[in-house]
């Protein structure tokens, strides 16, 4: 036995599967769009085609990969298991569901499912602005239990983005208060700017906050927010009009360290 395994991963409906040796570090990779095998280890070439051996699919051409850039050296050396970037949209609200189904029947719909299609319609929305250059992180986690819903790092900047379900509801924002309806107003802009202070500390970069309301019927902003963008889940592609504040090897450099798992684990 080679002690090889094989790790798919998923983003933007590509599909990448990883040789990992059994201590989680990546020695290769298949990249079927391409039909290229890229080993780092040569020694173990004919170990790493037999293990692909059942998912290679036509000819394959093998060899090094191109010089990696430090950003992607960065995530070559990630665990999969620490590597965030395969998130999905709502993926600890997914996890969390699918752990503690809510009962077939009640009186009321689960408020998890409501939160999970407003995370899962601003993911996919700030997941289309990758061709311009961004990457977007998913449900990043924080010390606590907390977790910052989206994390868009690109060119005009980074932003922690949180997703609020407000379909066919009249929103009223008067820092830090945001009402739904008739419901009483909570400080959820403290939370939003909170998000973005403990990124900013993580990440030792400045993170601005965003607050993406999802298909509201109307939106009133009394007292206008300190620092927060208030924007509708249609709006968001405007973040890619922001000024150019980031070069490219910037964004890539910010976007591997994000992605690590160990880089939110402490602080904040």
Same mark, same amino acid.
């Given at each position: +036995?080679?002690?090889l395994?094989?790790v798919?991963t998923?983003? $933007?409906?590509?599909?990448r599967l990883y040789?990992?040796?059994a201590d989680?570090?990546?020695i290769?990779?298949y990249?079927r769009?391409a039909g290229? /095998?890229n080993?780092?280890?040569?020694? =173990?070439?004919?170990? /790493?085609?037999e293990?692909?051996?059942?998912f290679?699919?036509g000819p394959?051409t093998v ?5 990696p850039t430090?950003a992607?050296?960065?995530r070559?050396?990630?665990r ?7 998130n ?5 609200l997914l996890?969390?569901?699918?752990r503690?189904p809510?009962?077939a029947?009640?009186?009321?719909p689960?408020?998890r499912?409501?939160?999970l299609a ?13 061709g311009?250059g961004? $990457?977007?992180?998913h449900?990043?986690?924080?010390p606590?239990g ?5 994390l ?6 980074l932003?922690a983005v949180?997703a609020?379900?407000?379909r =066919? ?7 830090p208060?945001?009402?739904l309806?008739r ?5 959820l802009?403290?939370r939003?700017r909170a998000?973005?202070d ?7 970069a400045?993170v601005r906050?965003v607050?993406a309301?999802v298909e509201?019927a109307?939106l =009133?902003?009394?007292t206008p927010?300190r620092?927060v963008?208030?924007?509708?889940d249609?709006?968001?592609?405007a973040?890619?009009r922001?000024?150019? /504040?980031l070069k490219p090897?910037?964004v890539?450099g910010l $976007?591997? +360290?994000?992605?690590?798992r160990r880089?939110?684990?402490?602080g904040?």
């Amino acid at each position: +036995m080679s002690g090889l395994r094989v790790v798919p991963t998923w983003r $933007h409906g590509q599909e990448r599967l990883y040789v990992c040796l059994a201590d989680g570090r990546n020695i290769a990779w298949y990249d079927r769009e391409a039909g290229r /095998v890229n080993v780092l280890a040569d020694d =173990r070439r004919e170990d /790493v085609l037999e293990v692909l051996g059942p998912f290679l699919t036509g000819p394959v051409t093998v060899g090094p990969p191109p010089v990696p850039t430090p950003a992607e050296l960065a995530r070559l050396a990630l665990r999969p298991d620490d590597d965030l970037a395969p998130n999905r949209p709502g993926e600890a609200l997914l996890i969390d569901l699918d752990r503690d189904p809510a009962p077939a029947h009640r009186l009321r719909p689960d408020p998890r499912r409501r939160a999970l299609a407003a995370e899962q319609t601003v993911g996919d929305a700030l997941d289309r602005l990758d061709g311009a250059g961004w $990457h977007t992180l998913h449900s990043v986690p924080l010390p606590g239990g907390d977790r910052i819903h989206h994390l868009t790092i690109g060119p005009g900047g980074l932003f922690a983005v949180h997703a609020l379900y407000a379909r =066919r509801q009249r929103v009223l924002v008067a820092d830090p208060a945001v009402a739904l309806g008739r419901r009483d107003p909570r400080p959820l802009l403290r939370r939003v700017r909170a998000d973005a202070d403990r990124a900013s500390y993580a990440l030792t970069a400045e993170v601005r906050p965003v607050l993406a309301l999802v298909e509201p019927a109307d939106l =009133r902003i009394t007292t206008p927010p300190r620092e927060v963008r208030v924007l509708r889940d249609t709006e968001l592609g405007a973040l890619t009009r922001a000024g150019g /504040v980031l070069k490219p090897a910037d964004v890539e450099g910010l $976007h591997a +360290m994000a992605r690590d798992r160990r880089t939110w684990a402490s602080g904040g």
